[in-house]
């Protein structure tokens, strides 16, 4: 009988640590890592990957993933690009707990954005997990309780402070989402009713989390010309609760906050040197994307004033409005810009997505580059034409930061990608390559790897990726995604590895 599974042979073994690659294979076995190195011995499989590089699969810490790894559990658009663990649940939005008052607000707003249809089969957190497991998505996946949902569920829209019933109602929520495994709490402070919330609200709950080893991340409530004091309010969030804090696609947007990295990244290292656990992501892009509707509210439209945006998808008027910068749509209305984006709201029940090109190059090499930060490509699994990000970030960051601009050595790009949210997001034996440990893999060739997705046309896998291993199955084989769906459910662990 066959000593092993597979071999990977030949490679260059990059193992997630940041340490250096050496030559050597990879044996698996049984869904685990049976052998790094010198692997000697027979496999019912092997593969000869010489010339490529070897490495632990890529986690994608910050995805809108949530229906869709149920709706459509091949993911490909994270396959692909080597991303075998999907963390959902981000920005405060999600689809679970789900009670009769959530569910007609998530059918009107979350469902179309996280790649739904806006009917929830579940009621509680721990149902929705045991729903991805059902629907065996082809990565893993792991999720985040949303602030945002759970103050729906007991408050709907309802501005102000809960009442002492609401909050103990909320807390019970995170804690049934802990308790079936969730990572921590995630917030989105600019969108309703997260905006809604006050500090205090956001410490109690934490608190909650930080009873399980939970983490608190955060779409800050401003990413603009206050954003130093929004990065405040969130370590704030996480010094009095007890827990570690995320922040979230680190950036600061706009014409006006151009540069103020500079300071936010300083400030965030005082933190972590007086305790705080604290660590970022970025997406390696300068145009963000999000809901129209929650962009339109911040300034009744002002958000769009000189600002370069397209409507990434629409419910019905494709032609019109779908894949088109705002400016050309208001401009075929013959209505000012503000106008038109209400008009494009008003005709498409308040459902389209957007891109819009608000931040400075400089800004996402900056945080990028910065020892703490990982990657997460904040994709939104929509219709239309999404963010390249959605299809491209991991290839972008090896092609462009790595290969192109040298900014970071490939195994500190890898690092970003594997050990550094695998460890920060409890996922016990993954992000590593090291013997006994779950055999979530990515090959690929650094000379050719490539983001080919465009703001034109998004939906293109990219290049150079050959390989994807997720639980020891082979998910992408020769650049073409197999049949295999062998992904899970991954639960919280108690303690980092």
């Given at each position: 009988?066959?000593?092993?599974?597979?071999?990977?042979?030949?490679?260059?073994?990059?193992?997630?640590?940041?340490?250096?690659?050496?030559?050597?294979?990879?044996?698996?076995?049984?869904?685990?890592?049976?052998?790094?190195?010198?692997?000697?011995?027979?496999?019912?499989?092997?593969?000869?990957?010489?010339?490529?590089?070897?490495?632990?699969?890529?986690?994608?810490?910050?995805?809108?993933?949530?229906?869709?790894?149920?709706?459509?559990?091949?993911?490909?658009?994270?396959?692909?690009?080597?991303?075998?663990?999907?963390?959902?649940?981000?920005?405060?939005?999600?689809?679970?707990?789900?009670?009769?008052?959530?569910?007609?607000?998530?059918?009107?707003?979350?469902?179309?954005?996280?790649?739904?249809?806006?009917?929830?089969?579940?009621?509680?957190?721990?149902?929705?997990?045991?729903?991805?497991?059902?629907?065996?998505?082809?990565?893993?996946?792991?999720?985040?309780?949303?602030?945002?949902?759970?103050?729906?569920?007991?408050?709907?829209?309802?501005?102000?402070?809960p009442t002492d019933e609401q909050m103990a109602e909320m807390k019970r929520l995170v804690d049934d989402a802990m308790q079936a495994g969730a990572i921590g709490m995630s917030?989105?402070?600019?969108?309703?009713?997260?905006?809604?919330?006050?500090?205090?609200?956001?410490?109690?709950?934490?608190?909650?989390?930080?009873?399980?080893?939970?983490?608190?991340?955060?779409?800050?409530?401003?990413?603009?010309?206050?954003?130093?004091?929004?990065?405040?309010?969130?370590?704030?969030?996480?010094?009095?609760?007890?827990?570690?804090?995320?922040?979230?696609?680190?950036?600061?947007?706009?014409?006006?906050?151009?540069?103020?990295?500079?300071?936010?990244?300083?400030?965030?290292?005082?933190?972590?040197?007086?305790?705080?656990?604290?660590?970022?992501?970025?997406?390696?892009?300068?145009?963000?994307?999000?809901?129209?509707?929650?962009?339109?509210?911040?300034?009744?439209?002002?958000?769009?004033?000189?600002?370069?945006?397209?409507?990434?998808?629409?419910?019905?008027?494709?032609?019109?409005?779908?894949?088109?910068?705002?400016?050309?749509?208001?401009?075929?209305?013959?209505?000012?810009?503000?106008?038109?984006?209400?008009?494009?709201?008003?005709?498409?029940?308040?459902?389209?997505?957007?891109?819009?090109?608000?931040?400075?190059?400089?800004?996402?090499?900056?945080?990028?580059?910065?020892?703490?930060?990982?990657?997460?490509?904040?994709?939104?699994?929509?219709?239309?034409?999404?963010?390249?990000?959605?299809?491209?970030?991991?290839?972008?960051?090896?092609?462009?930061?790595?290969?192109?601009?040298?900014?970071?050595?490939?195994?500190?790009?890898?690092?970003?990608?594997?050990?550094?949210?695998?460890?920060?997001?409890?996922?016990?034996?993954?992000?590593?390559?090291?013997?006994?440990?779950?055999?979530?893999?990515?090959?690929?060739?650094?000379?050719?790897?490539?983001?080919?997705?465009?703001?034109?046309?998004?939906?293109?896998?990219?290049?150079?990726?050959?390989?994807?291993?997720?639980?020891?199955?082979?998910v992408v084989r020769d650049g073409t995604q197999t049949e295999a769906r062998p992904g899970k459910m991954l639960r919280r662990k108690a303690t980092g590895a």
């Amino acid at each position: 009988m066959p000593e092993y599974d597979l071999i990977l042979r030949n490679g260059s073994i990059i193992d997630g640590t940041g340490a250096p690659a050496v030559a050597g294979s990879i044996g698996i076995s049984g869904g685990s890592i049976a052998a790094v190195g010198d692997v000697s011995g027979d496999a019912t499989a092997e593969i000869d990957v010489a010339g490529m590089v070897i490495t632990p699969g890529f986690v994608d810490v910050h995805a809108h993933d949530d229906a869709a790894v149920v709706r459509d559990p091949r993911v490909d658009f994270k396959i692909m690009q080597g991303v075998t663990t999907d963390v959902v649940g981000n920005c405060g939005a999600g689809n679970a707990p789900a009670n009769d008052q959530f569910r007609p607000m998530y059918a009107a707003g979350f469902g179309a954005i996280l790649g739904g249809d806006g009917e929830i089969p579940w009621r509680t957190t721990a149902e929705y997990f045991d729903a991805v497991d059902a629907a065996r998505p082809a990565c893993n996946v792991a999720a985040y309780v949303p602030q945002g949902v759970i103050r729906m569920n007991v408050m709907g829209s309802e501005r102000g402070r809960p009442t002492d019933e609401q909050m103990a109602e909320m807390k019970r929520l995170v804690d049934d989402a802990m308790q079936a495994g969730a990572i921590g709490m995630s917030t989105g402070l600019i969108y309703v009713p997260g905006a809604y919330t006050e500090t205090g609200e956001l410490i109690e709950l934490a608190k909650v989390v930080a009873e399980y080893g939970g983490i608190y991340t955060s779409h800050i409530r401003n990413e603009g010309a206050d954003v130093m004091k929004a990065v405040a309010e969130a370590i704030e969030i996480g010094e009095k609760a007890g827990c570690g804090v995320q922040i979230s696609h680190h950036k600061s947007a706009g014409p006006g906050a151009y540069g103020l990295t500079k300071e936010t990244l300083p400030f965030l290292a005082a933190a972590r040197a007086r305790g705080v656990d604290v660590t970022i992501d970025v997406y390696p892009y300068i145009a963000s994307s999000s809901s129209l509707a929650a962009m339109y509210r911040v300034g009744r439209g002002a958000a769009f004033e000189g600002v370069e945006a397209i409507v990434a998808s629409v419910k019905y008027n494709k032609e019109k409005y779908e894949g088109r910068y705002i400016r050309d749509i208001a401009a075929d209305l013959d209505l000012p810009i503000k106008e038109a984006v209400a008009k494009v709201l008003q005709d498409e029940e308040n459902t389209p997505s957007v891109i819009m090109f608000v931040m400075d190059e400089a800004d996402v090499r900056r945080v990028i580059s910065d020892d703490h930060c990982m990657i997460g490509s904040d994709g939104l699994p929509t219709d239309g034409k999404p963010h390249p990000r959605l299809y491209g970030t991991m290839a972008r960051v090896l092609q462009t930061y790595v290969r192109d601009e040298g900014l970071m050595t490939l195994e500190e790009g890898v690092r970003k990608m594997t050990s550094l949210p695998a460890r920060k997001h409890r996922l016990g034996d993954r992000g590593e390559l090291r013997k006994g440990w779950a055999a979530d893999i990515v090959v690929f060739d650094p000379a050719t790897v490539a983001d080919i997705a465009t703001y034109d046309d998004p939906r293109q896998y990219p290049a150079g990726i050959q390989y994807v291993i997720v639980n020891g199955e082979v998910v992408v084989r020769d650049g073409t995604q197999t049949e295999a769906r062998p992904g899970k459910m991954l639960r919280r662990k108690a303690t980092g590895a």
